[in-house]
């Protein structure tokens, strides 16, 4: 989410970025949550001024006591009595006031931040405006897209001649959106995610991680924005875990609420994992193939780096995942986000398309984000 200070001292600029990503729905957000945000430092002000009167109330207290044990005139000590009394009513008021101020302000920060995670974050000047994926840039090719002169068969065709699926045993085991594969199918499946594993640390020197393929519901909320999480995410029953949709999400959950040693910067890493996804929305299951799906398994690349030098590593992550395609000599082009496609965490990200001979037309096969 954005530094609440940044939202406080450039709302203007936050609603123009929400207006760019057609969101005109959270404007209204802006300003509630600036609105709150002076009460609550103004709330926070008050306890500390009723925590400095109280304490005054209180020293004063003693001397008086002192006073009230040595006095014999019983007009003074009525005196001393009511002056106690009066300070000790007002360190009581002072402590209610506290406790009504603390609870405004606990309920002030759960509306803040309920608020934050939905105000979108910053888009980068070069993002192209446009309210969905129908308005993404096409930047460039790599190879060249090229039509057999015969008819190229559907991939579950291809795999079934070799006896290497199994969908109707998986839909009768866990229903639509699952597949067994076998044989040598199974070998090319792993063939290909260790080569990507290879590539990524023996070439590019990232350090390998098999992450946690669960998280809190805390970690998901830090990572993912809510609508992601609805269409996505499976939630384990009465427990306080999520099944991951992707490794980036524990891969980033890594490093929530820690600090890291510049010294350290950047970290390079890359992750094999199992993803578990709902695909709710407008996509939805792919009811032949093996593409959209709710288990599949990905190579994934992290960098936890200097803010300033985040663009030159997004860079070099298309540019990678680009190389390896190429290495598999299969033609593929680099498709620029809109700002209506890009999730509220990203300030900018591009899909890498593969050309598909058979459907005559590119689709993506991985995303890179800032």
Same mark, same amino acid.
């Given at each position: 989410?954005?530094?609440?200070?940044?939202?406080?001292?450039?709302?203007?600029?936050?609603?123009?970025?929400?207006?760019?990503?057609?969101?005109?729905?959270?404007?209204?957000?802006?300003?509630?949550?600036?609105?709150?945000?002076?009460?609550?430092?103004?709330?926070?002000?008050?306890?500390?001024?009723?925590?400095?009167?109280?304490?005054?109330?209180?020293?004063?207290?003693?001397?008086?006591?002192?006073?009230?044990?040595?006095?014999?005139?019983?007009?003074?000590?009525?005196?001393?009595?009511?002056?106690?009394?009066?300070?000790?009513?007002?360190?009581?008021?002072?402590?209610?006031?506290?406790?009504?101020?603390?609870?405004?302000?606990?309920?002030?920060?759960?509306?803040?931040?309920?608020?934050?995670?939905?105000?979108?974050?910053?888009?980068?000047?070069?993002?192209?405006?446009?309210?969905?994926?129908?308005?993404?840039?096409?930047?460039?090719?790599?190879?060249?897209?090229?039509?057999?002169?015969?008819?190229?068969?559907?991939?579950?065709?291809?795999?079934?001649?070799?006896?290497?699926?199994?969908?109707?045993?998986?839909?009768?085991?866990?229903?639509?959106?699952?597949?067994?594969?076998?044989?040598?199918?199974?070998? @090319?499946?792993?063939?290909?995610?260790?080569?990507?594993?290879?590539?990524?640390?023996?070439?590019?020197?990232?350090?390998?991680?098999?992450?946690?393929?669960?998280?809190?519901?805390?970690?998901?909320?830090?990572?993912?924005?809510?609508?992601?999480?609805?269409?996505?995410?499976?939630?384990?029953?009465?427990?306080?875990?999520?099944?991951?949709?992707?490794?980036?999400?524990?891969?980033?959950?890594?490093?929530?609420?820690?600090?890291?040693?510049?010294?350290?910067?950047?970290?390079? @890493?890359?992750?094999?994992?199992?993803?578990?996804?709902?695909?709710?929305?407008?996509?939805?299951?792919?009811?032949?193939?093996?593409?959209?799906?709710?288990?599949?398994?990905?190579?994934?690349?992290?960098?936890?780096?200097?803010?300033?030098?985040?663009?030159?590593?997004?860079?070099?992550?298309?540019?990678?995942?680009?190389?390896?395609?190429?290495?598999?000599?299969?033609?593929?082009?680099?498709?620029?986000?809109?700002?209506?496609?890009?999730?509220?965490?990203?300030?900018?990200?591009?899909?890498?398309?593969?050309?598909?001979?058979?459907?005559?037309?590119?689709?993506?096969?991985?995303?890179?984000?800032?």
């Amino acid at each position: 989410m954005l530094d609440i200070r940044f939202v406080r001292e450039n709302p203007d600029v936050v609603k123009e970025n929400i207006r760019k990503k057609f969101q005109d729905e959270k404007l209204p957000l802006v300003d509630e949550v600036v609105e709150l945000d002076a009460k609550r430092r103004a709330a926070i002000a008050e306890v500390e001024s009723l925590k400095a009167a109280r304490n005054k109330l209180s020293k004063a207290n003693g001397p008086l006591y002192g006073q009230l044990k040595k006095c014999a005139d019983e007009a003074k000590k009525a005196e001393l009595q009511a002056q106690i009394d009066q300070n000790n009513a007002a360190v009581k008021a002072d402590d209610d006031r506290r406790a009504e101020l603390d609870q405004q302000v606990t309920e002030m920060d759960a509306r803040i931040k309920e608020i934050m995670y939905v105000i979108p974050n910053i888009i980068d000047p070069s993002v192209p405006i446009g309210p969905d994926d129908s308005c993404n840039v096409e930047v460039q090719r790599f190879g060249e897209p090229v039509v057999p002169d015969f008819e190229v068969p559907h991939h579950v065709d291809i795999m079934a001649r070799f006896d290497g699926i199994d969908k109707d045993a998986a839909g009768r085991v866990a229903g639509m959106g699952f597949y067994y594969l076998l044989g040598d199918i199974a070998r @090319l499946h792993e063939a290909v995610l260790a080569y990507a594993r290879d590539f990524m640390i023996d070439e590019k020197h990232f350090t390998y991680v098999i992450p946690p393929f669960m998280m809190h519901g805390d970690v998901v909320k830090g990572v993912m924005s809510f609508p992601e999480m609805e269409a996505m995410m499976y939630k384990i029953e009465g427990e306080d875990l999520y099944l991951i949709g992707t490794s980036e999400h524990t891969m980033i959950g890594r490093f929530i609420d820690q600090i890291l040693p510049e010294s350290q910067l950047p970290l390079t @890493l890359t992750s094999y994992s199992p993803c578990f996804r709902k695909e709710v929305g407008s996509h939805g299951l792919e009811e032949r193939g093996v593409y959209r799906i709710h288990q599949f398994e990905k190579q994934e690349m992290i960098v936890v780096c200097r803010p300033e030098e985040s663009m030159d590593w997004y860079n070099k992550l298309w540019s990678y995942s680009v190389e390896l395609f190429r290495n598999l000599e299969i033609p593929v082009r680099q498709l620029e986000c809109c700002s209506g496609d890009l999730a509220d965490l990203k300030v900018k990200s591009c899909d890498i398309e593969a050309w598909s001979p058979r459907q005559k037309k590119y689709f993506e096969v991985c995303s890179c984000s800032n």
